[in-house]
């Protein structure tokens, strides 16, 4: 049985997670971080103090991108961890320049949702949108070559800036049209797994 610990309103939990759901791999989800705390036990788990944290037949294993590359190479197959090196680079640089439309996002989400009104800085949520719509456009172009960001198929490429990519659908910000990108997400609202982890209310 594998373990997940860590709040499932969390970006970095809410990747694993679905990727777990994705290759139906049985897991035990424990409430960790945020209003939950950590104890000390969780801590030696995870010197970082930070979520998620893993553990499958007493392997431990902690930061959310390495936990996908392990649960694609152990539960997802060719599918999910292609063994062309070449194939599997291309769908991990997603992985990597996530960080960058992340970094863009997270300010208004933090202002918008985490912030009451009063408090706000509405400059700041005003650079932010414009990075992330500016961000947006290389997304777009890339799912105007390809189905997917990994490719042909989905795959880890996708995940982390889909969990960000549900932020920025949700957030009350103005959204420059990006047909690619919206048909991307239409396509992510039809699996199960992004609906049941991914899309759940913004807190």
Known sequence: MLTIWGRINSHNVKKVVWLAE????PYDRRD?????????????LN???????IEEDGFVLWESHSILRYLAATHGGERWFPSDPKARALAERWMDWHFDW???????FFQLVRTPPEQRDT????RSAAQAARLSALIDAQLGREAWLSGKDIGIGDIPVATYAHSWFQLPVERPSRPHLER???ALRERAAFRDTVMIPLT
Do not use: H, K, S
Request: proline share 8%.
């Open 22 to 25: 994705e290759l139906g791999v």
């Open 32 to 44: 960790m971080g945020g209003a939950f705390g950590m104890d000390d036990a969780y801590r030696a």
């Open 47 to 53: 010197p970082n103090a930070l979520i998620p944290t």
């Open 102 to 108: 992340a970094e863009a996002i997270r300010p208004i």
């Open 123 to 126: 400059a700041l949520i005003a």
């Open 184 to 186: 991307w997400y239409a």
